[in-house]
């Protein structure tokens, strides 16, 4: 008997399927009436394999001797009447008077989602009792489905989750790619089966391996229409590319990009079979955010610039607002934008374990802790942890897993306990260090970056990285710092980080056997303003390095230099020409990221001036401030007339007044307050 190309076809699908057992175990209960489940829900995202899924049932069905009925809602008016049409054309055909009784297939589910209070009531229950229903469709299963108990009882579900990385392999293998390119090309596919045969099929037909998404932009483009389709209006649009460049998506920030339409956008985001809502807010599947991430960066690369902005403002305002309680959060979300750095394989490999949230350590932590530091550096290093442990307790961050702490950072916080500085050959030679290139003034801090690790991998493992990451943003972007160093015993590894981080400063530090090297960061000549603004280019250009010179200020001045040189600048206050010599042009007064600038300078004292006026019980001193160097009388004498102020009262509020100011600025100058903040 001559055989079908049917045959042929099946036999091809049947060799290149991998993976999905616990579905086909389900569906082989139901064949068997092993099992009370008659319904199959079966949904994920566009290319999950929900179709090649569809025709192993099939197979399946037809072996057993049962007759299956394919319906595909692409191919039919998907009404109630639609549906029985098109299930009485083909059952004829299905052999529906086979004793094993029938499957019905019905592919593309989520058409059907008006009628679906009428498949669930009416058309379901008007089957045959040893009729088997396979529902496969993008959306999962509506509350209706879940709250009756009946259907709870009958009706079995199955999310299409990704494949395992074994699995991705296979599927390669049986699409005949070169064994030296399968983990490559199962890396770029992050277990999506439609994205691993394309990928499969770009690479035996080329012969060349893409090193990125973004290096095969017709498979790009396929991906989009495929898995993700078309967005209702702009506004949603926008909302799914900020969503895939965000690491947490909420309606705040979606705010920022669609405005009053926030609501709106998110509640379509969230229904959206490859977004996940999570505790804190929705992010897409990792191949989903890929996807869309190379498409519009290829597509159209001032949007991209754009939607980067939009996320690296929001999370700068909230790193630097008043408000504390999300500042882990929000350094979660701008280290994310540094996908091109070269700690970016953090952010993929715990996203594949489950999220990792950075928070305080608890005294009930500090016993795993130090037994990590002792397990790595020896038990002198780990008795010298205790000490700052008990000196510091609050300046330890950990990130917990259930078996308990899976990564820490501890920084000092200088000024500390000077006999404990002394202990520490490291913070001792750090601080030698700092005081020989540019000491830290009065108000200014020095944060070193003392103990760093992982439970298994020390300072490489993913968790290590992730703690000192989000720690050291948060509290770069926070103090009042003038320097902070980092330290490493693997600078083969996080040499190339600090580099990308623009630290300038590189030395040696020894601690017994141990051999560390430092890096360090003078804020005082980069300003934090000036740093966050270079991160947020190098996240989109990936450049490493150190600052540029023109964005780097002038050594810094000392309080008494200071305060000379706001005195004479107030004396020019009214000829901005006459502030460029200024001294202040190096201070934080004058410096931003395109470097200094006079008008900054003005504008700063200015806003000073004004911000002192506005102090309790001090409106006087701003009038005098004002009246004096911004609307300046001819003299003093005539300033002190002007105000109603005897001229002895006069001269007492003026230099109260100045001295206030001076007081305020400085403030500004080592980073503890901000001009316009409370």
């Known amino acids: 008997m001559p055989q079908h190309l049917a045959a042929i076809i099946d036999e091809a699908r049947r060799r290149a399927f991998v993976g999905r057992g616990a579905e086909l175990a389900s569906f082989d209960a139901a064949l068997s009436a092993d099992t009370p489940r008659r319904v199959l829900f079966v949904h994920g995202p566009g290319g999950i394999g929900k179709t090649t899924l569809l025709h192993q049932f099939r197979m399946r069905a037809c072996a057993r001797g049962h007759a299956a009925v394919v319906i595909d809602g692409r191919d039919i008016d998907c009404s109630a009447d639609g549906l029985r049409a098109a299930l009485d054309r083909t059952m004829a055909g299905a052999g529906r008077d086979k004793p094993a ?105 080329s012969g060349a391996v893409p ?42 920030l979606l705010r920022h990009a669609v405005g009053d339409l926030a609501p709106e956008v998110w509640a379509w985001l969230e229904a959206q079979p490859y977004i996940t809502r999570g505790a804190d807010g929705l992010y897409p599947h990792d191949l989903v955010r890929e996807v869309l991430d ?29 408000d504390t309680t999300d500042r882990a959060l929000w350094a979660q979300q701008k280290l994310h934008l540094h996908r091109r750095s070269p700690i970016a394989f953090t952010y993929w490999a715990l996203r594949e374990r489950g999220s990792a949230a950075v928070v305080p350590g608890r005294p009930d932590d500090h016993p795993q802790v130090l037994d990590t530091i002792e397990r ?18 609050e300046n330890l961050s950990v990130v917990r897993s259930p078996t308990g702490v899976a990564g820490f950072m501890f920084q000092v916080i200088y000024p500390a306990d000077p006999s404990l500085c002394d202990a520490d050959p490291v913070v001792r030679t750090v601080l030698a260090e700092a005081a020989r290139r540019s000491p830290a003034r009065p108000g200014e801090q020095i944060s070193i970056a003392r103990y760093l690790s992982g439970a298994a991998e020390h300072q490489r493992d993913a968790h290590a990285v992730l703690v000192g990451s989000v720690t050291s ?24 980080v600090f580099r990308y981080l623009a630290f300038t400063v590189e030395f040696p530090a020894k601690h017994g056997e141990l051999d560390y090297t430092v890096y360090g960061l003078d804020w005082r000549r980069c300003s934090i303003e000036s740093w966050l603004e270079l991160m947020g280019e190098r996240e989109l250009s990936g450049v490493t390095g150190p600052p540029p010179p023109e964005m780097l200020r002038p050594p810094p001045l000392d309080r008494a230099r200071f305060a000379e040189a706001v005195r004479v600048a107030l004396r020019d206050l009214h000829r901005p020409d006459r502030l460029r010599p200024s001294p202040l042009m190096g201070s934080a007064l004058a410096v931003g990221f395109e470097g200094a600038d006079v008008d900054r300078l003005h504008a700063n004292l200015l806003r000073a001036i004004e911000q002192i006026g506005r102090e309790p019980r001090a409106e006087t001193l701003g009038r005098v401030l004002d009246r004096t160097f911004v609307r300046p009388a001819p003299t003093q004498e005539a300033a002190a007339e002007v105000l109603d102020l005897p001229f002895s009262t006069y001269r007492r509020y003026l230099a109260k007044a100045v001295e206030r100011l001076t007081d305020l600025l400085w403030a500004v100058e080592i980073g503890e307050v901000r001009l316009g903040a409370d």
């Not at 702009?234 to 900020?242: Q, T, Y």
């Not at 790595?376 to 780990?382: H, L, Q, R, T, V």
């Not at 509290?475 to 600078?491: E, Q």
């Open 473 to 496: 943003t948060v509290t770069w972007a926070s103090r009042p710092l003038a320097w902070s160093f980092v330290m490493t015993l693997d600078p083969e590894f996080w040499g190339p």
């Open 101 to 205: 009784g029938w499957v019905l297939l019905l592919d593309g589910y989520e058409r059907f989602g008006s009628i679906d209070p009428w498949v669930r009531e009416e058309f379901l229950p008007s089957l045959d009792a040893d009729a088997i229903v396979v529902l496969l469709g993008r959306d999962p299963p509506s509350p209706a489905w879940r709250s009756d108990p009946a259907w709870r009882a009958l009706a079995a579900v199955h999310c299409l989750d990704a494949l395992s990385p074994s699995e991705s392999i296979d599927l390669l293998a049986r699409a005949e790619v070169t064994a030296d390119f399968r983990p490559h090309l199962a890396a770029l596919g992050r277990g999506h089966p439609l994205t691993l045969a394309l990928l499969a099929d770009a690479t035996t037909a």
């Open 294 to 322: 190379a498409d519009l960066r290829r597509r159209s690369p001032d949007t991209y610039r754009q939607v980067n902005r939009i996320v690296h403002g929001a999370a700068i305002a909230a790193l630097r607002g008043r």
């Open 211 to 252: 090193e990125n998404l973004a290096d095969a932009p017709d498979l790009v483009a396929a991906l989009v229409a495929q898995v993700i389709g078309d967005a209702p209006s702009d506004a949603h649009a926008m909302g799914l590319v900020l969503c895939a460049h965000a690491w947490l998506t909420t309606v705040d």
């Open 376 to 393: 790595f550096e020896g038990k002198e290093s780990a008795a010298l942890a205790e000490r700052w442990l008990d000196a510091q307790p």
